[in-house]
């Protein structure tokens, strides 16, 4: 068995009395006082009383694969050699945190780090702007291929599968703030061409890797003030997905997926591809749907969407975020919006039709350390729902004992999922607590200061 290019080997040392602090083979200090192997015994123990079982959680939870953002390494700048700066398209990095990579391999490096810290087998979430473009000009409407070859090979290398994303903002045609949408023919075109690329780009992803490479559409189209014309610009973007999915592909190969928003920077009053726009676009047309958690109306739940969602269509995307007032973007902790979602999904018994995305940018910490702690979070938002009594809340509610199923949803949350949890990273041989912290400062000084 491979984690990213290594085979996994289970290795605990537990700890002896009037010795160092206990280590495993890496030598990463354990956090807890009491030998990790008996608290574990313990924990599942107790999660056994309530019928769970703990070691079917974490076969469950081994098997999810997030999707990490390439866009986290480098605060969405990309590899393009831009003739001249553009705008950012209604996204935006805050932050001057030193050590972003400049290079596709300072970011390969990056990406690395961060998967040899994070538990499990995951895929990365490319952007079109990352080709391997070299020292060439290369248009969005000009991308192939042969421009990602490379990173095909380093997820093959690094057994990843890969996911893909037009990329329809920072560029000049994007400046009007209409892409696809725009009533200019030439931009529309221009635009159409380069989604359509990007489709083809992913479908020779998924068949070169031999796992089907979610496409997603995202684009900035709004404006800032009263539209009169709202009508005219659906019109125009539905005419051009039209246009976009009119090719079919092999589902084994791709999967497209198209992303709403509710508002960005200078699109605060009308956004073309909001998420009704999109459902029945999607809904219509049978693409999957993409579901960001930073893109609704702040008391709107996205985990109530997806029990909902699900009777309509085979599998959904989630980009999985933290919306901060404006910004939709800031890192993914374990707060509500995570931990519900992921009850929903592993209530729903939908976890094999759901696609987890991550979809953060922060400019202001160190960004592998953002890497890895929103995916650690979002996988143990995951755990703390695998661990959950299903039968027993189900048969509480059942039967109307509404109390009963209140005190257990409450006891469960002091149930020891940190220790499963510790132990599931020492399984997987990625350090926790002072040893992840320690294992990013130590990067942070050995590569990331040595960037200008
Ligand atoms: C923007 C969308 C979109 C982007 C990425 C970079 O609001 O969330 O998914 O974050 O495509
Ligand atoms: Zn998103």
Redesign the pocket.
């Known amino acids: 068995m491979y984690r990213n290019g290594r085979s996994i080997h289970m290795h605990i040392v537990c700890h002896r009395a009037g010795t160092q602090p206990p280590t495993n083979h890496r030598n990463f200090p354990m956090n807890t006082a009491e030998p990790l192997e008996s608290a574990f015994a313990r924990a599942r123990d107790q999660y056994a009383a309530l019928g769970v079982e703990v070691d079917q959680a974490l076969a469950s939870l081994r098997s999810i694969a997030l999707s990490l953002?390439c866009?986290q390494g480098d605060d969405?700048h990309g590899f393009e050699r831009k003739p001249d700066a553009a705008s950012s398209g209604?996204?935006q990095v805050t932050g001057a945190y030193p050590g972003a990579a400049r290079t596709i391999d300072e970011l390969r490096g990056d990406l690395q780090k961060a998967y040899s810290l994070i538990p499990g087998s995951h895929r990365l979430n490319l952007?079109a702007m990352y080709g391997d473009f070299g020292s060439r000009v290369v248009d969005r409407d000009q991308i192939e291929p042969a421009h990602f070859l490379s990173w095909m090979d380093w997820c093959r290398e690094h057994h990843l599968g890969l996911d893909f994303?037009a990329?329809c903002?920072g560029h000049p045609r994007a400046d009007t703030g209409f892409t696809l949408s725009s009533t200019d023919t030439g931009i529309r075109n221009f635009w159409i061409e380069h989604v359509r690329r990007c489709r083809e780009i992913g479908a020779v992803i998924g068949k070169t890797l031999g796992t089907a490479c979610v496409h997603?559409l995202?684009i900035?189209d709004g404006a800032k003030d009263i539209t009169v014309r709202r009508h005219l610009h659906r019109t125009i973007l539905k005419e051009s997905l039209d246009a976009i999915y009119a090719r079919p592909y092999d589902k084994d190969d791709l999967r497209d997926a198209v992303?709403s928003?509710l508002f960005?920077i200078g699109s605060e009053s009308f956004v073309v591809g909001s998420h009704e726009f999109y459902m029945g676009y999607a809904l219509a047309h049978h693409l999957m749907l993409?579901l960001?958690l930073?893109?609704f109306h702040p008391t709107e739940s996205v985990a109530d969407k997806v029990s909902a969602l699900l009777h309509y269509t085979d599998d959904l995307l989630l980009?999985v975020?933290r919306g901060v007032r404006w910004d939709?973007?800031h890192v993914v902790i374990m707060n509500d919006e995570i931990t519900t979602l992921a009850e929903e999904i592993v209530r729903a018994d939908a976890l094999g039709r759901v696609r987890i995305a991550l979809?953060?940018?922060d400019g202001s910490m160190n960004r592998i350390g953002a890497w890895v702690l929103g995916s650690r979070s979002t996988l143990k938002a995951l755990l703390r729902a695998l661990l959950e009594p299903r039968e027993r809340l189900t048969a509480l509610e059942a039967e109307g004992n509404l109390f009963a199923r209140m005190a257990l949803l409450e006891d469960l949350k002091t149930m020891p999922v940190g220790v499963v949890w510790d132990y599931y990273c020492s399984r997987e041989d990625v350090p926790t607590g002072e040893a992840l912290r320690e294992a990013i400062h130590s990067y942070e000084q050995q590569v990331l200061a040595r960037r200008g």
């Open positions: 953002h866009w969405v209604g996204i952007h994303n990329t903002f997603n995202w900035p992303e928003k960005g993409c960001d930073g893109h980009h975020s939709s973007d979809d953060f940018f």
